[in-house]
């Protein structure tokens, strides 16, 4: 039996680390509320399912740029959470500095060959979307636009990282959600004028507007209260901090970039393969499926850096305790995403009223394993990216994605649409079962010699 106080003393290694989860889960349940009610506006605002599947489908396939940042935001961020636990404000400071002139250089490289690239390819076929339902040049102005917004976002971006390094995981969350609540009010004041063309080049100058709005206001405050000694400057470019930042950084850009293949290409798979009105349907199944794994997710979003700066500690035993509890976390986790199931017509009738799907209980058990599969990951690799022992992982997911690919491009052609996340779980379980294995070995070998060093 596991009573509260040991959980407590499991999960709660200092203050701020529960502090930062419940902000995290405060903001986050307000958000998710907000993207429950985004949904059926945009349904409202694309009367056409084809069209709002194109528009997903682009808005994931855009984000995929944000993956090439040779993993600079997370090298910064475990290099700059041990620096502000040893208080160590001038190596902060060149780290900053480094980490922001080496994402500006690669924003400028990306944007140059995204918009020379961007002009001689056929969105219309990208996303398997005909001429009748939107024009080639509506479609491409509306990828241009929507990738000016991604590409400002991927230089914002590391604000995010400095925040987690200042165990400050609540703070993203709301930035997201400001972001969130602006598309929306847009959605619900907006009168749609019914020529979809010009809707859909509406739509993604908001996006684009609103995703990168927080973020910069965010950065002017923390560098003007938090890290006022930390200012990003080229007089504080060290080319060592430069390599220190993307020697542990490009491991993690190889397992983002593995990650999103098997995460965020779904979309992408469907329209291609199938069409992009079943890109609603996924989304339908999966803003569901995602609730249980996005609150431990919030839980989870402080457990990098705390793992990291225990690590830096030597204090082990902590690790191995906060693990044991996680995995309890995830086994409730996995209780409530199952117990979904027998609800779910109720639900999207609630949710999405006359436009509501019909179930298919086969597509809905497949989200609920989806989900399953996804809150075990997430817990796993929480603690693995915090302690920087990432070779388990590479080999885990780049097993997922070479059989998820060939999966699909085999089966596609007879098996439905479905079979896109039927070759996501089945990709991930060889590592859902061995990252366990390794990752408490050492552990308890790490225990072990700290101990025996007193």
Known sequence: MIEFSDIKGKYIGNKNLINNVLGSFLVRGFGFLVSFALFPLY????DDNTVLGCWFTMCSVLSWIQVFDLGIGNGLRNHLTADLSLKNYESARQYISSSYI????????????????????????????????????????????????????????????????????????????????????????????????????TISWVQAVTGCLPLLVATIIVFAKDLKECLPSFKYFRWNKATGVLSLGILFLVLQLLYMIITVTNE??????????????????????????????????????????????????????????????????VLFQLAIIPFLDPILEFWLGEKAIEVNLSAALLFALLGCVMIWVSV??????????????LYGFLWAVLFKVVAIVLFS???????????????????????????????????????QNG
């Open 380 to 393: 796993l690799t929480s603690v693995v990216n915090g302690l920087g022992t990432l070779k388990c992982q």
């Open 102 to 201: 080496l994402m500006g250089g690669v924003t400028v490289f990306i944007s140059f060959l995204a918009f020379i690239i961007s002009r001689y390819i056929d969105w219309n076929s990208v996303f398997n979307i005909s001429e009748q339902s939107i024009s080639p040049e509506s479609l491409r102005k509306g990828v241009v636009i929507a990738l000016c917004g991604v590409l400002c976002f991927f230089f914002l971006k590391l604000i995010i990282s400095i925040l987690y390094a200042l165990q400050k995981s609540a703070l993203p969350n709301f930035l997201n959600l400001l972001s969130t609540v602006l598309l929306l009010i847009f959605l619900w004041v907006y009168d749609p004028t019914g020529d979809v063309e010009r809707d859909f080049v």
């Open 43 to 46: 349904l409202n605002y694309f």
């Open 413 to 451: 052609s007879w098996i439905p649409w479905t079979i896109v996340i039927t070759a996501t779980i089945v990709g991930l379980l060889p590592y859902c079962v061995w990252q366990p294995v390794v990752m408490n070995r050492q552990l308890k070998m790490l225990n072990k010699e700290a101990f």
């Open 268 to 333: 992408f798979f469907i329209s291609y393969f199938f069409d992009p009105s079943f890109v609603v349907e996924y989304q339908i199944y999966i803003k569901i499926f995602s609730i249980a794994g996005t609150f431990v997710s919030l839980a989870l979003i402080p457990v990098w850096s705390a793992v990291t700066k225990a690590f830096v500690e030597k204090r082990y035993d902590w690790i191995i305790k906060l693990v044991r509890f996680l995995y309890f976390v995830a086994g409730i986790a």
